[in-house]
């Protein structure tokens, strides 16, 4: 058995309310500090070129799609979440994304995909808010995954100089 | 044989096999693209290099696949001399290789990136621009080329040589300049030409039929059997994320196919991909309707036990597990077991395929099947009061215009692993009922010769679709009881 001794009470504690009073005055020294919390929907998020948002394909200048469907970040996804099946194309790049899906019910965020791109073709953009009312809305494909790389040129920039750190000279 | 001493360990080689043939089989593999067992070696890669020493001369570094096995020769494959010889072979088979592996499709089962990644040479010493051949030769209807990734060792050029016996290909040009050509740019003809692109080492010549639609990791391969001709070649079924087949390709078996098959069961893709499948078909009120196979089941075992006249045809599919069953079904039904035996097509040939269009003849056969051919079959159902067609290509073997034209006395149940909607309009129709086919069932066939093939699935059947073996069990189990 443990006896629990509660902690003695002064006099001005057991009047009550000049605790409330003081209670009261720190609420009203609040009020006229900064908030330290963000209204989010009408304040958004402030992303940088370092945020991990959701990952994104970059579409080129002459609109053809970076991604030559190697499968390389379907094997590094950690989370199962990306599924791509292949075409061939006219161009000199001999192949493209016939389907390009992630699920992003399973996507973890975690950038691995970004990683394993051999094309700079996959980046973890800035996009951050994901909502829909059904899971099928939530699987993206292509034409929701398309992203010019004016959208993603920090990023682009920010991974290319983190890459250079490993790379003591180009090899292509 | 011969005695030779390899790292270190003395083993026995046989002489008239090439050193290589002698390291691969103990287990101390060397690199290796233009050698391959079935085809003769030329040495024109270089990659397979080797420390020899013979007697009291010093060690000389050679090339596995054109030296012949001499008694008491000490050989290492692992030598630092050996290793640094063939590192300078790589860098010249890798001078005008394109780096495209994030787009080529041999990625994943291609022994030069193996080797380039085992040997660490990640960057060459050359700073010219490669040279720039035709990426996209079209050789006939089935084959692409890409000369640029090809690296010459004559694989393809060999086996049109060697084992087709008629030769299709060469190398033409000098030099840096050589590169794979038909003769006169004449498109490949044959049968057997999807096997340059499994034994191409890179992705030089690939499948029309396959490229760029999957990676090689992604696909899970099962070892199975061929049901295309009554060869039975030894097959290795690969299926892309358990749905879709999307390649056979053969599988090295030393007594029937060797390392080879044909083009009609490589490209065999349609019939391991059916669909418009169901799982059952009823005849209701309103004609077929589709319905629970376990209520088909029932109504053909209604069936049995209500008729006396029966007729019970196989397909040539059916594999021996199967053909056990459907043998005792017969005798419960007091008729003869038979199959169908379709006539010979015109694609027999002297290398491997047969003509006969009926992967299991011998084990049905040897079962005490009795084969009738569609004409045959139609005649005996046109008698009978109730018919039972069991097996994979069933309908499409007897015709379905022959079905249809059937009276609608007797009483015609289909187990069939494909059919479905084709078959709405036959009048004799009872009952329509989807089986597992041959990527999707475990069994035996026995080939001509009377070797033993295993099928085996490669994937799931799809939903309510059944084994075969359960129906049978389940059509069995009642006719007996109602007799």
Known sequence: MVIIKRKQLTWMEKAYLPEVIRGLRITLGKMFQK????????????????????????????????????????????????????????????????????????????????????????MMSDELELADTSRQ?????????????????????????????????SST | MTKIILNGREIEADPTKPLIAACEGN???????????????????????????????????????????????????????????????????????????????????????????????????????????????????????DQERCILCSRCVRFFDEITGKSQLAIVGLGSR?????????????????????????????????????????????????????????????????????????????????????????????????????????RGYSGLEAADSDDAVAMARAAHAAVDKHVLIASPWVTVEEGEGLKALASSLNTEALFLSPAANDLKDDLLHTGDPCPNRRGLEELGFVGKSAEEAMELLAQAESATLFGERIAELIGLDNLKSLPSTVRTFVFDGSSGAGLLEAPALQAVVGIANWVERPGTWVNIDGERGKISAARTAPSGIRQPSSVIADLLHTSEVAR
């Open chain 2, 178 to 282: 050589s590169r794979i050509e038909t003769f006169a740019d004449r498109p490949l003809v044959g049968n057997y030409q999807g096997n340059i692109t499994d034994i191409c080492p890179v992705g030089a010549l690939t499948l029309k039929s396959f490229r760029f639609k999957a990676r090689v990791w992604n696909m899970t391969k099962k070892s199975s059997t061929c049901g295309e001709c009554s060869r039975g070649c030894s097959v290795s079924v690969e299926v892309l994320r358990k749905g879709e087949v999307k390649r056979i390709r053969p599988r090295f078996n030393e007594d029937i196919n060797k390392w080879w098959m044909c083009d009609t069961g490589r490209f065999a893709l349609d019939g391991a991909n059916p669909t418009n499948r169901v799982p059952a078909l009823v």
């Open chain 1, 35 to 122: 908030p330290s919390t963000r209204q989010y929907p009408e304040d958004p998020l402030i992303t940088t070129e370092v945020t991990r948002g959701q990952p994104r394909l970059v579409v080129n200048e002459d609109s053809t799609i970076r991604c030559v469907s190697c499968g390389l970040c379907e094997i590094a996804c950690p989370a199962y979440a990306i599924t791509i099946d292949g075409q061939e194309t006219d161009r000199m790049i001999e192949r493209e994304p016939e389907k390009f899906e992630i699920d992003f019910l399973r996507c973890i965020l975690c950038g691995f995909c970004e990683e394993a791109c051999p094309k700079e073709a996959i």
């Open chain 2, 27 to 145: 287990g101390a593999a060397v690199p290796h693209y233009c050698y391959h067992a079935g085809l003769t070696p030329v040495g024109s890669c270089r990659i397979c290099q080797v420390e020899v020493k013979e007697g009291e001369r010093p060690g000389r570094v050679v090339v596995a696949c054109r030296t012949p096995v001499s008694e008491g020769m000490v050989v290492n494959t692992e030598s630092p001399a050996a290793h640094e010889t063939r590192r300078e072979c790589l860098e010249f088979l890798l001078k005008d290789h394109p780096l495209d592996c994030p787009i080529c499709d041999k990625a994943g089962e291609c022994t030069l990136q193996d080797v380039t990644y085992n040997e660490g040479q990640s960057e060459g010493l050359t700073k010219e621009p490669r040279d720039n051949f035709e990426k996209r030769k079209s050789l006939g209807d089935k084959i692409v080329l």
């Open chain 1, 137 to 169: 809305g939530l699987i993206y494909g292509l034409d929701k995954l398309k992203r010019p790389v004016s959208a993603l040129k920090k990023r682009i920039a920010y991974i290319n100089k983190i890459n250079d750190r490993w790379r003591t000279s």
